[in-house]
């Protein structure tokens, strides 16, 4: 069965130190996709990244970044830098095929990012 | 596009009340999916849509609660009856390939009193 872990529930970090969030995932397929969603607190779910199984190379985007390593099954997330509207709750999410030949999603807990000013 | 759209964004209800949720995805997009989320139990996947057929729907908690996507521009969530514990911010989502991942909505904050 998939899973998606994050196992830290609340990181609380001052304005400009940067942060890494951590995702563990298991899946039994070869092909699977993993994202980034965002919920500041006004409550909407952002979509931040994708990434597909075949493609472990690192990406950047300003203040984000992914490291992607299948070896070890994770898929973290670093903000350089971080700002005080980078509060929010972080989810990971895999996707993988179902045997209808359809797909779903299954999210991690969240982890709770304070940035204190 | 407007995105995926939810109504209503909240909805305060009596114990024992049906409430209606609604849901209308992104044009083009063929899956349909609802989430609810609390504190407690974080995002459940409750059912999804394909092509407006219901593939999964082993997330639902319990008979009370039904959904339905009778064309490819609408879906509905219904609890009947309502109880507390169903209070919970209830999100649609939609995709049109797995590769893109989710658009959500809003989503309805239901409190039941």
């Known amino acids: 069965a998939q899973k998606v872990t994050q196992a830290q529930t609340e990181i609380s970090v001052v304005e400009k130190e940067d942060v890494t969030l951590d995702c563990v995932y298991e899946?039994?397929?070869?092909?699977?996709?993993l994202f980034w969603y965002k919920q500041p607190p006004s409550g909407e779910l952002v979509f931040l990244i994708r990434r597909n199984s075949f493609d472990e190379q690192n990406e950047i985007s300003g203040r984000y970044s992914w490291n992607f390593q299948k070896s070890t099954s994770s898929f973290n997330f670093t903000i350089t830098a971080s700002q005080v509207v980078d509060s929010a709750v972080y989810f990971c999410a895999l996707s993988e095929a179902e045997e209808s030949g359809t797909y779903k999603y299954i999210f991690g807990t969240g982890t709770r990012l304070k940035v204190l000013a | 596009d407007a995105g995926v759209i939810q109504s209503p964004r909240h909805e305060v209800t009596e114990m024992g009340q049906e409430v209606t949720l609604r849901c209308k995805p992104i044009?083009?997009?063929?899956?349909l999916f609802w989430y609810r989320q609390t504190m407690m139990r974080g995002l459940e996947l409750l059912i999804y849509?394909?092509?407006?057929?219901?593939?999964?729907d082993s997330g639902m908690p319990e008979d009370r609660f039904s959904a339905k996507m009778p064309n490819a521009s609408f879906s509905t969530l219904k609890i009947q009856p309502s109880e507390p514990r169903d209070s919970a911010v209830y999100f649609c989502?939609?995709?049109?390939?797995?590769?893109?991942?989710?658009?959500f909505g809003s989503g309805t904050r239901l409190t039941v009193v």
């Open positions: 044009s083009g997009h063929n899956s």
């Open positions: 989502a939609s995709s049109q390939d797995r590769v893109y991942g989710y658009t």
């Open positions: 899946t039994r397929d070869t092909t699977y996709y």
């Open positions: 849509f394909n092509n407006n057929v219901p593939i999964d």
